[in-house]
């Protein structure tokens, strides 16, 4: 049987028949390509709005936060490795659809939920369902938020953003060099950030690695464009913990944080400094 290609991310992957993708969780299942973790959850928790880390949006406000497993990127100082890398028989997993996870949100609302995370992993390996599970969510009044590398194409990104209230994007490298390193695209995350700023509100993620991205002048040229795309865009500089295959790694100067988002703030308004505390 010919392979048929999935057309979510920037891998654009041609599958054969039973195989899956680069991502590990989306197959070619008799000629079609679906999700094959399509309803199993590896983590769902009541989360503070600002640990997705969105700081301007419904501040105060919880929400139920949801996971799976795969990845379509390779980043060696993952902080979730234990789910985003594994297969879903390595991991414990909860067998639920859309239906019992938005009545799940709704019966949350006493403990103050506002709606739906897709997060932990990569939400978009799971498109399928997180698409099912978000439109449902909108139609019983629930917001919807995603936390993304940005590594999905224009027209399925376009299709899920009118379920969708708000995203962190993280912004990894701003080079297509950096991007290389961690089988990602630059250019295909630019193009995530750009559109999604048209309808939803819109964070963005700089986690500072030391030797990776910690340096001063690609921090600005990032914080640069982003204004150009919207100058109130929130920018969270956050700090690096050795974890999977960056051990060897300290952790990020403190004090470098605070120098690289003053430098972010010659060109956003709102700048915030994560995980020091």
Request: charged content about 25%.
């Amino acid at each position: 049987m010919d392979k048929v290609k999935c057309n979510i991310c920037h891998w654009n992957c041609a599958i054969a028949e039973g195989s899956r993708g680069f991502c590990g969780v989306r197959g070619n299942v008799g000629g079609k390509i679906v999700n094959v973790n399509y309803g199993y959850l590896s983590l769902a928790c009541l989360d503070p709005i600002e640990k997705k880390p969105l700081a301007e949006f419904m501040p105060g406000s919880k929400i139920l936060s949801i996971g799976a497993n795969g990845c379509n990127l390779r980043c060696p100082h993952c902080q979730n490795y234990n789910i985003s890398m594994a297969a879903q028989e390595e991991i414990d997993m909860m067998d639920t659809n859309p239906e019992e996870v938005v009545d799940t949100a709704i019966a949350y609302k006493e403990a103050g939920n506002i709606g739906l995370a897709y997060t932990y992993n990569e939400p978009v390996t799971m498109y399928d369902f997180m698409f099912d599970t978000a439109r449902l969510a909108k139609e019983k009044g629930l917001i919807n938020v995603m936390v993304t590398n940005g590594c999905i194409n224009e027209e399925p990104l376009r299709a899920l953003l009118p379920y969708f209230d708000a995203l962190n994007i993280d912004l990894k490298y701003f080079t297509e060099e950096g991007y290389k390193k961690i089988a990602g695209d630059f250019e295909t995350v630019k193009k995530a950030i750009e559109v999604a700023n048209e309808s939803c509100h819109v964070e963005i993620s700089w986690l500072v690695v030391p030797g990776e991205n910690d340096n001063p002048d690609e921090v600005e040229a990032a914080a640069e464009w982003l204004a150009s795309v919207n100058p109130d865009m929130v920018l969270h500089i956050s700090r690096f913990f050795p974890t999977y295959k960056k051990l060897d790694k300290p952790a990020t100067d403190i004090a470098l944080l605070y120098e690289l988002a003053d430098i972010a703030k010659k060109h956003l308004k709102h700048v915030y400094v994560g995980n020091v505390g």
